[in-house]
């Protein structure tokens, strides 16, 4: 098979494309044909041994990939040969080919073409939880989504918004506030050109937000705390800015606000029931046509660098995709 390969912590330019050996799947495992692997931020990470889950050198990033079951392990029960499905790898995806535990494929929706399956599991799989489980959003509440036009950003303003959300969008230029609200988003805010606190105070009428959704991290997340209404839940999706912020315990306490970690992978692993029910939901709503992933660009597989740097550079919207 063809696969990008890690050979040394770095930048995207130090991947390398490779000939390796189809993997073999473990008993609960299946090995899929890869037709879409999606783009990531932490795979920028993981390449440079930034991230909280650490692989070796040499070894294929990738942590999202669709694509048909083409071999199963002994002990799997769920799958068979020929199923379509997107599968949750930490590492792995970059590749023609890809193996995954059983427990980490979903079914992708009849409807879904394979190329928006690469841009599906991870970034749904990670704003189901956040705003269903960790938010417990309501309809008629007020969401503020940071990174509104990147691929998770993007997928939170479409699921807030059929949720009933009222959806704020927050990016760094109009044109990606414009595709923010092309996706359902009810009012944007451009924090490089406004203040993202006295533009929330003002749409709405200095109560703040009920809900935040933030991926980004750095400076904003002290204008987030300004932003926040009584009672507001902070998510903490990730750090794409490149910062980890510190958080002041007494800003938390004036509101009675909860700042909550968002770490779907873990979640998965330990309930994977709950889990099954969130992609059960994200399979009816786009049946329903109430969602579809935005993929606004693909890639061929030796182009991975690129598709990395892109994102690095902040050059992308919504999800990017590799198509070996």
Same mark, same amino acid.
């Given at each position: 098979?063809?696969?990008?390969?890690?050979?040394?912590?770095?930048?995207?330019?130090?991947?390398?494309?490779?000939?390796?050996?189809?993997?073999?799947?473990?008993?609960?495992?299946? @090995?899929?044909?890869?037709?879409?692997?999606g783009v990531n931020f932490p795979d920028t990470l993981i390449i440079q041994g930034k991230y909280q889950y650490r692989a070796e050198p040499p070894f294929v990033p990738g942590a999202e990939v669709a694509g048909e079951v083409v071999e199963v392990g002994?002990?799997?029960?769920?799958?068979?040969?020929?199923? @379509?499905?997107?599968?949750?790898?930490?590492?792995? %995806?970059?590749?023609?080919?890809?193996?995954?535990?059983?427990?980490?494929?979903?079914?992708?929706?009849?409807?879904?073409?394979?190329?928006?399956?690469?841009?599906?599991?991870?970034?749904?799989?990670?704003?189901?939880?956040?705003?269903?489980?960790?938010?417990?959003?309501?309809?008629?509440?007020?969401?503020?989504?940071?990174?509104?036009?990147?691929?998770?950003?993007?997928?939170?303003?479409?699921?807030?918004?059929?949720?009933?959300? @009222?959806?704020?969008?927050?990016?760094? $230029?109009?044109?990606?506030?414009?595709?923010?609200?092309?996706?359902?988003?009810?009012?944007?805010?451009?924090?490089?050109?406004?203040?993202?606190?006295?533009?929330?105070?003002?749409?709405?009428?200095?109560?703040?937000?009920?809900?935040?959704?933030?991926?980004?991290?750095?400076?904003?997340?002290?204008?987030?705390? $300004?932003?926040?209404?009584?009672?507001?839940?902070?998510?903490?999706?990730?750090?794409?800015? %490149?910062?980890?912020?510190?958080?002041?315990?007494? @800003?938390?306490?004036?509101?009675?606000?909860?700042?909550?970690?968002?770490?779907?992978?873990?979640?998965?692993?330990?309930?994977?029931?709950?889990?099954?029910?969130?992609?059960?939901?994200?399979?009816?709503?786009?049946?329903?046509?109430?969602?579809?992933?935005?993929?606004?660009?693909?890639?061929?597989?030796?182009?991975?660098?690129?598709?990395?740097?892109?994102?690095?550079?902040?050059?992308?919207?919504?999800?990017?995709?590799?198509?070996?």
């Amino acid at each position: 098979m063809k696969a990008i390969v890690c050979t040394q912590f770095g930048g995207p330019a130090l991947l390398d494309l490779q000939s390796l050996s189809d993997p073999k799947p473990g008993p609960r495992e299946v @090995r899929i044909a890869v037709a879409a692997a999606g783009v990531n931020f932490p795979d920028t990470l993981i390449i440079q041994g930034k991230y909280q889950y650490r692989a070796e050198p040499p070894f294929v990033p990738g942590a999202e990939v669709a694509g048909e079951v083409v071999e199963v392990g002994d002990q799997v029960s769920r799958l068979k040969v020929g199923d @379509r499905v997107a599968a949750f790898t930490p590492v792995g %995806g970059y590749a023609s080919q890809a193996v995954a535990p059983e427990a980490a494929c979903v079914p992708l929706p009849a409807g879904m073409s394979l190329t928006e399956g690469g841009g599906y599991g991870l970034v749904y799989g990670t704003v189901s939880h956040a705003l269903i489980q960790c938010a417990a959003l309501k309809a008629g509440e007020t969401l503020l989504v940071l990174g509104a036009a990147g691929g998770v950003g993007l997928a939170a303003v479409q699921l807030g918004k059929l949720m009933g959300a @009222r959806v704020i969008a927050a990016a760094s $230029s109009d044109a990606k506030l414009a595709l923010a609200r092309e996706q359902g988003a009810d009012d944007g805010i451009n924090y490089r050109d406004t203040s993202l606190k006295d533009s929330v105070k003002a749409l709405t009428r200095g109560q703040g937000v009920d809900v935040i959704f933030d991926p980004v991290g750095g400076p904003l997340a002290r204008d987030c705390l $300004s932003a926040a209404g009584w009672g507001c839940r902070y998510l903490i999706v990730g750090f794409a800015e %490149g910062n980890i912020p510190e958080l002041p315990a007494n @800003r938390l306490l004036l509101k009675e606000m909860a700042a909550k970690g968002v770490f779907w992978g873990a979640f998965t692993a330990r309930e994977p029931a709950t889990n099954a029910a969130n992609f059960a939901q994200l399979a009816a709503w786009y049946d329903a046509g109430r969602f579809k992933p935005v993929i606004s660009q693909t890639y061929a597989l030796d182009q991975a660098p690129q598709a990395l740097q892109d994102l690095l550079d902040r050059k992308v919207t919504g999800k990017v995709v590799l198509v070996p």
